[in-house]
């Protein structure tokens, strides 16, 4: 299925049938799931009404963690395997991932305050997750560095799959230090320590923050496409006699990532 | 029902919390949303620009 | 071989060097990686008077007391080995209460007892709505508290 992908006209064209049913199915999902955090879960027994603040803070933490893991393994086919889509892929999943980080950083603060009376500690798991959104950042300011994009993606591909090694600590922080934020309630042995009326609308706004980023990455990667081709299509025109110069690209450059 | 409204507002004395927490997330996550179809309509109409100019006059 | 087979070697090289090298760095600093010593630990550290360092564990039952007229308060941490004496002057979050986890920031003094300048509550990663809690409670299946640190 990903060599069937592979040639960008066979993506836009499965691309572009499947994002309006993402889209549709993200915004359905995510409206139930806001209704069920806000409204209809129940207040937790020690830290009341606050802990819908943990129905975005989990699953952007998630989204956080598998958006970089996306983006390694792109990185990685692009550098092993020099798959023409693989740049693109990550390319354009990380601005998402960084979102998503930001609101983990952000939510988890505004939940930290009235739980352990503080904003922030350097404690391993907040730093790393921290390290983890310099990660973003450093990763999409690498790939705009460079007027060469090939260079650009070629550089941004190793810090990302370099910096993979953050998520193993990110997970396990918890477990392998003492740290302030608390272990594991989903994904651990022994199964969650979430009651089930708490457990289910955690996991449905997972869910929509999946199908969220799943739609807006294929958006992204249809621009990157659709710039790839006029770019291309700019400097073919460039060559011909009847070109107009005040509108063509200059070679090499492109537009900047955001 | 005023009472409720507020009542439930007042997030059991942490509104001041977890309304900005819920305010973020739509903000910054909205926010890549709309960037990011912004950027996409404005490449697709660029490519049809262009592929009109270089079709061939009739 | 090919090219290809040689980058994913390199590739594949490179990052277990990385995990290697990750793995070791941490050993070595994890003393500094740490946010508290539980008081065993602090113990075993021989950390002495007039250090600043944090010190986690759980409030220990029926050790809270406050002195009268002031906010100064007096309780015990303990991590089911070694409990240790803290006093405190200042506001308590929330979520402090006996059999509880708390970190708290300060020095011991010369008599053993640790001064705290701050005091942060640690919850534990169980989640319940509170009629559940109330009836676990009730058909003694569960008592409120954390577990101590290892």
């Known amino acids: 299925m990903i060599s069937r992908l592979a040639n960008p006209a066979q993506f836009m064209r499965v691309s572009g049938a499947v994002l309006p049913f993402l889209a549709g199915l993200a915004a359905v999902v995510l409206a139930v799931g806001l209704v069920w955090a806000l409204v209809l879960a129940p207040p937790d027994y020690q830290q009341g009404e606050s802990v819908r603040i943990m129905f975005i803070h989990v699953p952007a933490a998630w989204m956080a963690l598998s958006v970089y893991l996306l983006m390694a393994v792109a990185s990685a086919v692009a550098l092993v395997w020099r798959h023409p889509l693989a740049d693109v892929a990550a390319q354009a999943a990380a601005p998402i991932g960084a979102a998503f980080t930001f609101v983990c950083l952000a939510t988890g603060s505004l939940w930290g305050r009235p739980m352990w009376g503080t904003w922030w500690v350097w404690d391993a798991r907040l730093t790393s997750v921290l390290v983890l959104f310099f990660l973003y950042l450093g990763y999409i300011a690498l790939v705009n560095a460079f007027d060469d994009a090939s260079r650009g993606a070629r550089a941004g591909a190793l810090l990302a799959v370099v910096g993979v090694i953050n998520l193993p600590i990110i997970k396990f922080s918890v477990d392998w230090w003492n740290t302030l934020h608390q272990p594991a309630s989903v994904f651990r042995l022994g199964g969650p320590t979430i009651y089930i009326s708490m457990l289910l609308p955690l996991l449905a706004m997972a869910l929509g923050f999946a199908l969220l980023f799943a739609a807006l990455w294929l958006v992204r990667m249809r621009t990157a496409l659709n710039e790839r081709k006029l770019r291309a299509l700019r400097l073919h025109r460039m060559a011909e006699p009847r070109s107009r110069p005040a509108d063509a690209a200059p070679p090499g450059a492109r537009p900047a990532v955001h | 029902m005023a009472a409720l409204l507020d009542h439930y507002f007042a997030m059991g004395g942490y509104a001041v919390y977890v309304w900005p927490a819920y305010a973020i997330a739509v903000a910054v996550l909205g926010g890549v949303a709309v960037q990011s179809w912004w950027r996409y309509r404005a490449s697709v109409r660029a490519l049809e620009r262009v592929q009109r100019q270089l079709e061939p006059k009739p | ?150």
């Open chain 3, 1 to 150: 071989m090919t090219r290809k087979r040689r980058r994913l070697i390199l590739l594949g090289g490179g990052m277990t060097g990385l995990a290697a090298a990750t793995a070791m760095v941490l050993t070595a600093f994890s003393g500094n990686l740490v946010f508290f010593y539980g008081p065993s630990e602090l113990l075993a550290k021989g950390i002495g008077p007039g250090r600043l360092v944090r010190i986690g564990g759980l409030v220990e039952q029926h050790s809270v007391a406050h002195l009268d007229g002031g906010r100064e308060v007096r309780f015990r941490v303990t991590d089911g080995k070694t409990d240790l004496p803290v006093v405190y002057d200042g506001v308590l979050p929330d979520l402090f209460r006996e059999g509880q986890g708390v970190v708290a920031e300060g020095k011991l003094n010369g008599s053993g007892v640790f001064v705290a300048s701050s005091v942060l509550a640690k919850h534990d990663e169980k989640y319940m709505p509170p009629d559940v809690a109330a009836a676990l409670k009730k058909a003694g299946r569960w008592q409120e508290g954390g577990k101590p640190p290892p």
